[in-house]
């Protein structure tokens, strides 16, 4: 059943705001499109009232919150700043003749897709809103907020401070002076290398493996699906790492090495896991790389303001693996390979980092090179596949704190997938302590993805008390 819009309005702050125009080197590197985060709520009586607290606040948190309330703008380069212009955010308002308890594990596809916002992106870049926010009533009484949030604008860490801020509002409290967000993108500007040259090897700006076979067989189209995994299975996971790498170290090494944490277990695990399913119809030689994002607020030294919006979420790859030697090797060697992908952004990473992107030429080719799967396509144009996996983790994100004044989300996730081999980790907060992910992969591919995800705990698990 589809979901209609009601009404739409603009909502600017409710106060003049300064209106600076912001400039970010991390920013150039991140998609003008949204991420899609999708709140679902439990039924509330009092509910009559509520789009009109939600405007009103919005209205209030936009007066701190103001670069959300501008547009992004062309300048020289194919690079982007943001104008606080105060245009402001767009709400809807949107009605679904269902129970929320009918969309099951909200897998972000066909109707959950739809309370997230429609974004359109045929129009001037000028005249996009940074925020759009979606609030859609179930006959239930339940009811969702899909909140439309510009990738060059914020990251996760700032979606989440912001959104507290605006529940706290709506909820009737005052933000406190130590909450207040701090929009200097010049704190991380003026981290470049004050050398000529760069000190790292940004492989993560460079193309991604690209498909090899000539096999077009199976289902081009892409499919979404969330697995879970129980506390238990997750400890159990964490426990055949150690052991497999245990097992070839030698006794001075196993301590040295610090635990393994969830997600790099769970990003190893993915990895290989996928690997395994989309062997069955590409070459053991095939390439393959894991991409995944890095938190740098504290890896800067000194670190930015707990309170920084910008974004200062920067790329990071695995080494580029054959699939033969991906799947060959224990699961240990995958989970290694993230988390030094991981470990490698330092401060001084992240400067020459910086330093790359301020040289660079084509924007376009940066930003497609690690956002999008490989150009894997035949000379006729068609798609060939992608062997590659993109992981972002959402574990520490507290969308709890988005309690509007009717309660806490019950379920917070992505709210649609829109590019194949992209994965989001999330704690499982709903129905039990583990591990939610939700996955997007070729149709063909989906099933034996599955069948490897959770036989393969069971497999090394039993190899493990030999």
């Known amino acids: 059943m589809a979901v209609s819009i009601i009404s739409q309005s603009i909502v600017i702050p409710s106060k003049p705001t300064p209106n600076p125009k912001l400039f970010s080197l991390c920013e150039q590197i991140k998609l003008r499109t949204h991420a899609p985060l999708l709140y679902v709520?439990?039924?509330?009586n009092n509910i009559s009232t509520f789009l009109e607290t939600l405007r009103n606040s919005l209205s209030k948190v936009l007066v701190i919150y103001y670069?959300?309330?501008?547009?992004?703008?062309?300048?020289?380069?194919?690079?982007?700043?943001?104008?606080?212009?105060g245009k402001g955010a767009v709400l809807l308002e949107a009605k679904c003749e269902t129970n929320l308890?009918?969309?099951?594990?909200?897998?972000?596809?066909?109707?959950?897709?739809?309370?997230?916002?429609?974004?359109?992106?045929?129009?001037?870049?000028?005249?996009?809103?940074?925020?759009?926010?979606?609030?859609?009533?179930?006959?239930?009484?339940?009811?969702?907020?899909?909140?439309?949030?510009?990738?060059?604008?914020?990251?996760?860490?700032?979606?989440?401070?912001?959104?507290?801020?605006w529940a706290k509002l709506a909820r009737g409290e005052n933000i406190s002076p130590n909450d207040f967000p701090c929009h200097d993108r010049t704190l991380l500007n003026s981290r470049k290398l004050a050398n000529s040259s760069m000190s790292h090897w940004h492989s993560e700006f460079e193309a991604p493996p690209s498909w090899m076979s000539r096999d077009l067989g199976g289902n081009r189209e892409t499919s979404v699906a969330i697995v879970k995994l129980t506390r238990e299975q997750v400890l159990r996971l964490k426990k055949n790492v150690s052991f497999g790498v245990s097992f070839q170290s030698t006794f001075k090494d196993v301590h040295k090495t610090k635990p393994f944490t969830t997600f790099e277990v769970i990003a190893g695990h993915l990895w290989r896991c996928v690997t395994k399913a989309r062997s069955t119809r590409g070459s053991s030689d095939q390439p393959t790389r894991l991409s995944t994002l890095v938190n740098c607020r504290n890896r800067l030294k000194p670190p930015l303001p707990s309170g920084y919006v910008g974004?200062?979420?920067?790329?990071?790859?695995?080494?580029?693996?054959?699939?033969?030697?991906?799947?060959?090797?224990?699961l240990g060697n995958a989970v290694e390979d993230v988390r030094?992908?991981?470990?490698?952004?330092?401060?001084?990473?992240?400067?020459?980092?910086?330093?790359?992107?301020?040289?660079?030429?084509?924007?376009?080719?940066?930003r497609y090179n690690f956002h999008y799967p490989a150009k894997s396509v035949c000379e006729d144009g068609e798609y060939k596949g992608n062997?590659?996996?993109?992981?972002?983790?959402?574990?520490?994100?507290?969308?709890?704190?988005?309690?509007?004044?009717?309660?806490?989300?019950f379920y917070f996730g992505p709210g649609y997938m829109d590019s194949e081999g992209k994965a989001f980790v999330m704690n499982n907060n709903g129905d039990g302590d583990g591990i939610v992910v939700a996955i997007s992969l070729e149709a063909s591919c989906m099933d034996i993805f599955k069948k490897f995800f959770y036989d393969d705990i069971e497999?090394?698990?039993c190899t493990s008390k030999l």
């Not at 709520?41 to 509330?44: D, G, R, S, T």
């Open 67 to 85: 670069p959300l309330a501008g547009r992004l703008s062309w300048i020289k380069g194919e690079r982007w700043e943001l104008n606080c212009n």
């Open 41 to 44: 709520y439990n039924p509330h």
């Open 311 to 330: 974004n200062a979420a920067f790329p990071t790859v695995t080494p580029t693996r054959s699939f033969n030697d991906l799947i060959r090797k224990p």
């Open 387 to 409: 062997p590659n996996l993109f992981v972002v983790s959402w574990m520490n994100f507290s969308y709890k704190e988005a309690d509007f004044g009717l309660g806490e989300p």
């Open 101 to 165: 308890k009918d969309l099951g594990d909200f897998v972000p596809n066909n109707l959950v897709s739809q309370l997230i916002p429609n974004i359109n992106y045929d129009v001037p870049i000028e005249d996009v809103p940074l925020l759009v926010v979606q609030l859609t009533r179930f006959r239930c009484g339940g009811y969702t907020l899909g909140v439309a949030l510009c990738r060059a604008a914020t990251d996760g860490t700032a979606a989440m401070r912001f959104m507290r801020s």
């Open 459 to 461: 497999e090394v698990f």
């Open 340 to 366: 030094n992908a991981l470990e490698r952004v330092t401060g001084e990473f992240v400067m020459s980092a910086l330093d790359y992107i301020d040289r660079e030429k084509n924007m376009d080719l940066l």
